[in-house]
Structures are given as C-alpha cells and as structure tokens.
C-alpha cells in the first residue's frame, strides 16, 4: 500500500485539532499518552532546569508545551507542525501560560532549517514515525542533535515496532484490544487504519542507536506499554 503523502497527512490533521487538546488525556488513540506527557515534562525540567527556549516538534494543539511550562514556566517557544490550524490552537493555549515568546514554524520536519545550537530542550511527539527511510531518520535525527545547545535534551514519545515479528504480532493484538476498550471494534479499525496509511514507525531500539550514532552522548528510555514509548538523549 501506498503511504499518504505529506499533504494528505497535513488535510487530516487539519480537520483534527480538537482531539489533540485535551491535557487530562492526552490523545487516548495512544497508549499511556497523559502518563507520557507527565513523565516527559518531569524528565526535561530535570535534566534542564536553566532552561530557556522549547522547540516542540509536531507540536497538534500544544498539549506537550502546555505540560511542559508547569515545571519550567516563562519558556520562550517554537511550535512545529504541519497544520496551520493545530499551530494556532497550540498558540492559543501556549500564550495564556508564558510570558515567553511563542513562535510558530510551519512545515516538513525535513524540510525545515532548526539552526545551530539554538534551543535547550526539543519535545517530539507522534510526529517521527511519519519518516519513511533510513536517510530520512538519520536527517532529521541529526537536525534535531545540531538544533539542541550543549547539555540540551531531546524528548521523544512515539508510537514503535518491535524488533522480533513474533512480539510485533503480540503487541499489535495488545493496541487492538486497548482501542476497542476505549470505544469499539470499528473504532479500533479506523485508528489501525490510519497508521497503515501514514505511519512507518521503527524499533525503540533502532532510534536509541541513532540517537548515539548522530553524536547523542547519554540516552534513556523512561517508559514502554505495547506500541509506544517515552524515551530521549543528552547532547
């Protein structure tokens, strides 16, 4: 099957922007998402408590800045995406918890310039595994590793596959059952339809790997449940 292209995938996300704004949440389609954003959050005011600027990759409609800026407010912020109407949702809600700037950034994350050493902290979420090849993941993983200031982190929660087929098939049984939990078996078909069409996700551990490989010098995994993961590295 053919995979969506970027503009097919920019239409869908378009007409969405009301699903991804929910901060109690999350986006339920995706396994422990409000846990993910709690966790992720935690780990960056951690690791980069100075912080100062936040790039968030993919941002939909800001849940993973707005989450953010509740251990690090007064962040300045650049917002990501492919969809006008998710970056101005994330605006929106982004401006009415910082005092910082808020810029938006629309585009293909391989398209886009994210400078040199410009930002403390990058947050990722559900927008890497739209990558189809391997020089496409190696591109924008090293992107994202130029983009960071020494000492800065990047945050990474994405859907994932296994790495044996066996476990794959297991955990693709897994996610079906958890969505026909939250409303139903069409339900379930509709999401594991869209991931078929757009979604080209890779192991946990092929992305831990090129994390190191594109110069990431400390990576960590901070949870897994099924077909998704939080993880992320120290430049």
């Not at 959050?41 to 408590?49: F, K």
């Not at 912020?77 to 969809?83: A, E, H, K």
């Not at 398209?111 to 979420?125: H, N, P, R």
Request: proline share 3%; with cysteine.
């Amino acid at each position: 099957m053919a995979k969506s292209t970027v503009e097919q995938i920019r239409q869908r996300f378009d007409a969405d922007v009301e699903r991804f704004s929910n901060l109690e949440t999350g986006n339920t389609a995706q396994v422990d998402s409000a846990l993910s954003l709690e966790i992720i959050a935690r780990a960056a005011a951690s690791t980069n408590p100075d912080a100062h600027i936040l790039l968030d990759l993919g941002c939909g409609a800001g849940n993973y800045t707005v989450k953010l800026l509740e251990y690090l407010p007064g962040l300045d912020v650049t917002l990501v995406d492919l969809s006008l109407p998710m970056l101005e949702r994330a605006r929106e809600r982004v401006s009415r918890v910082t005092d910082g700037t808020v810029s938006l950034l629309q585009g293909d994350m391989r398209e886009l310039d994210f400078g040199t050493a410009a930002y403390d902290v990058i947050v990722a979420s559900a927008v890497l595994h739209h990558l189809r090849t391997d020089a496409e993941w190696e591109l924008v993983f090293g992107k994202l590793y130029a983009a960071l200031r020494p000492g800065g982190t990047l945050w990474i929660y994405d859907l994932i596959q296994q790495t044996m087929p066996e476990v794959e098939g297991y955990a693709q049984q897994r996610y079906g059952e958890y969505l026909v939990g939250l409303h139903d078996e069409p339900y379930r078909d509709k999401v594991l339809g869209w991931i078929e069409q757009e979604d080209t996700p890779r192991p946990l551990m092929y992305q831990l790997d090129l994390l190191k490989q594109v110069g990431f010098r400390e990576v960590d995994i901070l949870h897994k449940n099924s077909c998704f993961a939080a993880f992320g590295g120290r430049k």
